[in-house]
């Protein structure tokens, strides 16, 4: 009973004095005194949220051919003459309206942003801590092979792997699997960064006392690599992962508008740009500008985000 | 010196193998040949007949040998979609390409340069940081978004440029140009500039970067103290001392922006060799996708491997064995 009434009130206590500390800490301090890097994370913050909670803010469900009229089709947005309610920014050919098109768009760039990033820092981190590690001949064949795909331009690296794995999977299957294929195509072209960085930092771990300690009580060596050398490497890493991110959500765009990623039934941003482009020659400029001014304002927000973030980590800036 | 040299070279062709290697893998794994190039009818004999005389009844290696042996003497098979040789498709749209490239890389190094360096002797100063602001979003916004805004306003709104296409050429030989001709130069602009935005941004924060190290330096210090004007200080010691990287990151973005030349040239419909990479892409044309990446490939590895070469020139620490490569982005 004494214990039961503590716990709660215990652990208000240590959530608050979390809270304080991470208030106070340097990377706050640092955050607050930015107003770049607090108007990027207002935009990121509403961007994800929209899109996040399209289904609920969205006024029709655009991948729905049911809700789609061919009457409302082409309309242009509400405060041109002809706009109607409730197409705020317009509609397409299809009658599909352009601001729900977007949200359910955002949601898909930015969830195989996310994906990629975190598929090539797991094959990055993994490749580094066993290269780093292992050393010798190991080290020298993954660590060229990550040359190697450095070598070519990545984005084609991207298109060919992206158009090589459509043409490998059945044509039922190729349009559940794009995100799969897009995540894959982006994630083999940028695992490369986060392995060097996580090789040398291992390397040079690798060799301090600590971890000689470690292997005499014979700590088996994924808990030495997981819980006493990543940490220690985690800093850079999420540096170029932030910074990343907005290359990863710039490669999908790219993907999807050369017509190799995301297909038209499952429009990204990519895809819609894609799609408008085929338009505004008619004088649809609505059905493409809005996706691209969102496409843009999410890939400026990360980066402005990512070069905040390297600053405020750097020692040497501090 | 000599060894490292050679170090550089054979890494290059080792490297050019492993594309070579890629691209016939592509081959083995899609598609048989034969069932495409014969017709259903045609009969066993016929069809072991092609076999042999594609080299098929071979080993894997001497298969990939056979491979090799054709692509160093230019032979890249036939396009499927088109049934013309892919090297002449190549050829015929190189120019168009190249000529995109360079003159985006002119713009980019004549207007970022001098922006880099005035956003670093103004810092803090209103200008500089609408500049730096800018040079952010030339980074972020895709070129592809700034291609079609820019026909949004100059093409379908004013009515100024042209919206597509290459305008007039003119023909040397095997080469083409399209900027001796009013209309030629005229579709360049709007290509050129979407192509080069990303790079003046990029350009314009590495001398910006570079510049602000160089400012801090003793010798700035010791030129200020002897009374230079400010002009001798900021473009004959500081900036002369920024272009080094600048010169090196020039050149190896060259070999990327054949490869991102193929998005303007399809926003653009300019005919070069990414809109041909980018249709053979589509109808999974196999030859011609190969051969593109074996040469934009080989582009960007000799690009890469002269600036290596430079850097050894240039710098005498790097001879040393061991020692970190300078300034590079990879």
Known sequence: MHIDEAAPAGRMTQWRQRLNEAWDSDLAYSFRGSPMAMISALILLIVALTAILAPVIAVQNPYDLTQLFLDKAELPPIWVEGGEVPYLLGTDVQGRDVLSAILYGSRISLLIGFASVMASMAIGISVGLICGFAGGYVDNILMRVGDFVLSIPTLLVAILVSALFRELLPVNLRDSFAPLILMASIAITSWVQYARIVRASAMVEARKEYVLAAKILEVRTTRILLTHILPNVMTPVLVTATLSLGLAILSEATLSFLGVGMPVTQPSLGTLIRIGNQYFFSGSWWVVLFPAFQLGLIILAVNLLGDWLRDALNPKLQ | MISMVLKRVGNAVAVMIAVAFVAFMIFQFLGDPVQLMLNEQASQAERDALRIRLGLDQNFVMQFVTFITRVVQGDFGISYRNQQEVMSLIAERFPATLELVLVSTIIALSIGIPLGVYAAIRKGSPVARLLTIFSMIGVSIPSFVIGILLILVFAVQLNWLPAFGRGEIVHFGSWTTGLLTPSGRQALIMPAMSLALFQISFIMRLVTAEMLEVLRADYIKFA????????????????????????????????????????????????????????????????????????VSAIFVTINTIVDLIYLWVDPRLRQAGVARGYHAH
């Open chain 2, 224 to 295: 200020r103290a002897r009374g230079l004007p400010n002009r001798l200080v900021h473009f004959r010691h500081a900036l002369r001392n920024c272009l080094m990287p600048v010169v090196t990151m020039t050149g190896m973005m060259i070999g990327d922006l054949i490869a991102f030349a193929l998005v303007t040239e399809t926003v653009f419909q300019w005919p070069g060799m990414g809109q041909l990479f980018v249709q053979a892409v589509m109808f999974i044309d196999m030859p011609v996708m190969a051969a593109y990446l074996m040469i």
